[in-house]
Structure formats: C-alpha cells, structure tokens
Nanobody
Framework: QVQLVESGGGLVQAGGSLRLSCTAS????????MGWFRQAPGKEREFVAA????????YYADSVKGRFTISRDNAKNTLYLQMNSLKPEDTAVYYC??????????????????WGQGTKVTVSS
C-alpha cells in the first residue's frame, strides 16, 4: 500500500508560481506510477500530469503543458509539481495519486488506486 500526503498549496496571484509536494509512505513508491490531478468546484476531477510508469516518461494535459513540471525523488519518496505562470483557471484542489505501472492509463482517475487528501490552489486575477 501507499499513503500519500500533499502539501504546498495556497493563494497566489496570476502569473505566480507554486510547488506542490506529495510525500508517500510505504515501500512501493519507487515502483508506482504517479500522477497529479485536480478538481475545480462543480467540475470533474481531471488529469494534470503523470509519470506513465516507473521510468522518466512524463505526460501533461494540454492546458498545463509548458507551464507545469512533474518530477519525483525516489530517495525521498516524494512527487513534485512545479507550477509556473499560474492562471485563475488553475484554481482547484490538487491531488496526487499512485497506481501500478503495469495496468490502466496514466490519465484516467479511476485507474489510480491510491489518493492523497488534496491541497487547495487558488489563483487570483
């Protein structure tokens, strides 16, 4: 099992930056596929960024490509999301998630088995 705890959210002005962290406990972090999702009020949870497997291939939603960067430090059991050039439409609760790298997609929330509690990001205009 993997337990996930996000941090780093907050209030930022448009154009600003934030870095989210997701610390994992358990022994399987380095062998898990990891992703970031977000959910805005009244909307469905949507894919933001992910490592497809346990390698270095990364994938991004078109809406964040070029502005957000996902990274991981297996030695620290931590997943990161660097968010630059933030826009008001990035306002949401951000979740990290983990799953087996051998099944499912990297972009469909229901394919992920483990979720953090979320961290709120608010971007003011």
């Amino acid at each position: 099992q993997v337990q996930l705890v996000e941090s780093g959210g907050g209030l930022v002005q448009a154009g600003g930056s934030l870095r989210l962290s997701c610390t994992a406990s358990g022994r399987t972090f380095s062998s898990s596929a990891m992703g970031w999702f977000r959910q805005a009020p009244g909307k469905e949870r949507e894919f933001v960024a992910a490592f497809r497997g346990i390698g270095t291939s990364t994938y991004y939603a078109d809406s964040v490509k070029g502005r957000f960067t996902i990274s991981r430090d297996n030695a620290k059991n931590t997943l990161y999301l660097q968010m630059n050039s933030l826009k008001p439409e990035d306002t949401a609760v951000y979740y990290c998630a983990a799953k087996s790298p051998y099944s499912g997609t990297y972009y469909y929330p229901n394919d992920y088995n483990y979720w953090g509690q979320g961290t709120k990001v608010t971007v003011s205009s």
